[in-house]
């Protein structure tokens, strides 16, 4: 049994994380903003100095927290969305380094925002980095996780969108789309990168496995370095509204605007909503992962069944 210290535990991944890695035997321990009410929590302050006895003694630390990107990017939101990630990680990895019984393994979160806006270029995690606010945090981000001067095995995870009923992305479109107002967003040609939420949590788990302090079994490439945490599937946007309209058996023919997008949406739209970004799994690949949902009607039909 492995002691998991976990930040974001409430959040869209971490709430489905935190009971599959429990169902495996092993402890968690949640890092929460506010006074600690039970003995599986810790009270941290994200923004401060960490002491390194708080993450000391715990075999591996998964970071998950960070600001929601989505929504018109404003000068004070943009500070949030890097502090929230870069401040933040840096005291995290800070403390690891410092422990007196630090961790074999430090996980931190990323995105696939790293590669910016590539239009049909295939990308994988050898793929250098993209231009803009997104991937510039990216960078910053995976830098301020490394561990420096000591052993500890990091892996920085870089999710797509994650398609769950409990929140996210699919959340937000579901009710204009249910409504049958619902269509692509510009030309619809940019790509999008995406994952089911088991298999997201999944890769986690799968990652677990391959360290050599949890399983005992060497440590293969999928346990370190940037791993990209998206199907072998990826769609383009006037697919995925085809695909996600069908299987709300709704039609899909209220297209947004590629004028009416940056209008409402900033630079958030130019970087989110327009990007395209066509990434692949071959970390997950090589190292062994099954997809549950690699096709993306299955991934929407089991939430929304």
Known sequence: MARILISGASGLIGSALVPTIQSHGHE?????????????ELQWEPMT???PDLVSGFDVVIHLS??????RWTAEKKRRIRDSRVVSTGNLSSAVARADKPPSIFICASAIGYYGNRGDEILDEESSPGSGFLPEVCREWE?????????????NLRFG??????????????????LGLGGKIGSGKQWMSWIHIDDAVSAVVHLL????????????PFAGGPVNIVSP????????????AGTLKRPAIFAVPEFATR?????????????????????MTEGGFQFRYPELRAALAQPLG
């Open 66 to 71: 960070g600001e929601s990107v989505a929504g």
């Open 263 to 283: 209008l409402a949406f900033g630079e958030f739209a130019k970087e989110g909503l327009l990007a395209s970004a066509r990434v692949l799994p071959k970390k």
């Open 161 to 178: 969108i994650v398609l769950s009923r409990h929140g996210g992305a699919l959340k937000q479109m579901l009710l204009p789309f249910r």
């Open 209 to 220: 496995r391959s360290g050599e302090n949890i399983a005992g079994s060497a440590l293969d």
């Open 49 to 51: 100095e960490v002491p």
């Open 28 to 40: 968690v321990v949640r890092l929460v903003r506010g006074p600690a009410r039970a003995a599986n």
């Open 143 to 155: 830098a301020a996780a490394l561990v420096r001067g000591t052993e500890i095995r990091v892996a």
């Open 233 to 244: 599937n990826p769609v383009t946007n006037a697919e995925f509204t085809k695909i996600l």
